[in-house]
């Protein structure tokens, strides 16, 4: 069987009864970086076996993992944080498991686009998230295509391209488009900026950021 449980993406707190149980009950702990996750598992003292899986290993070992559930291990996957298979690794093993008929649960938890989304001001009835956008070959394209989106769009960002990418949003979709970034939630020093794209992006220009970010961009009217 497969758990995919969701971690704290800030407060080590943020983590259900549920999924440090299955934390504990797991055969084999499966995570993207075996130092971030050990700080978590060592708080709630939990000693289980970790193995690496992340986006330069999944296509490797995935059968193998697929092969060990279906003889009766029970795997639990985490992220460095958030929820697994939002814009992190997870999407290959989940299928594979499907395909070789191996149970897969998902225990809700953590998703930094969610409180990020409630608390911007902006619309959350119908919004689209996009993770992250393409370094370079497509990058024009989507922004383009995203200009003309109603909904709300919902954005991951690293903080060294937050400024830039503030500055595209606004040549493509207008300055005026109203904004939020949020970063660094449910941490000490948590950080929510709205405003117009124009504001928004002086201010980290200012200021340039630390953390994970998450960017809500409001739809065109």
């Known amino acids: 069987m497969l758990y995919l449980v969701p971690t704290p993406i800030g407060n080590l707190k943020d983590i259900t009864f549920r999924a440090v149980e299955i934390l504990q009950q797991a055969d084999v702990i499966l995570c993207e970086d075996t130092r971030t996750s050990s700080k978590l598992l060592s708080h709630y003292q939990i000693k289980k076996p970790l193995l690496p899986y992340h986006q330069h290993n999944e296509h490797k070992i995935v059968e193998r993992l697929a092969q060990e559930m279906a003889a009766g291990r029970i795997m639990a996957l ?10 992190d690794p997870a999407f290959l093993l989940v299928r594979e498991c499907i395909k070789q008929n191996i149970k897969v649960e998902c225990l809700p938890g953590a998703t930094a ?31 383009k295509l995203l200009a003309e989106e109603e909904r709300t769009i919902i954005l991951y960002e690293s903080p060294f391209r937050l400024a830039k990418t503030l500055a595209e949003l606004a040549e493509y979709f207008g300055a005026d488009r109203l904004c939020s970034v949020s970063r660094e939630l449910s941490k000490m020093f948590e950080e929510n900026v709205r405003g117009t794209l124009h504001d928004v992006c002086a201010h980290f220009q200012l200021k340039p950021p630390k953390g994970e970010i998450v960017i809500i961009v409001a739809g065109k009217e």
């Open 78 to 87: 985490i992220t460095d944080a958030g929820t697994p298979g939002i814009s």
């Open 113 to 143: 686009f969610v409180p990020a989304l409630v608390n911007s001001g902006i619309p959350s009835n119908r919004f689209v998230f996009e993770g992250f956008l393409p370094l370079k070959k497509g990058r024009q394209t989507m922004l």
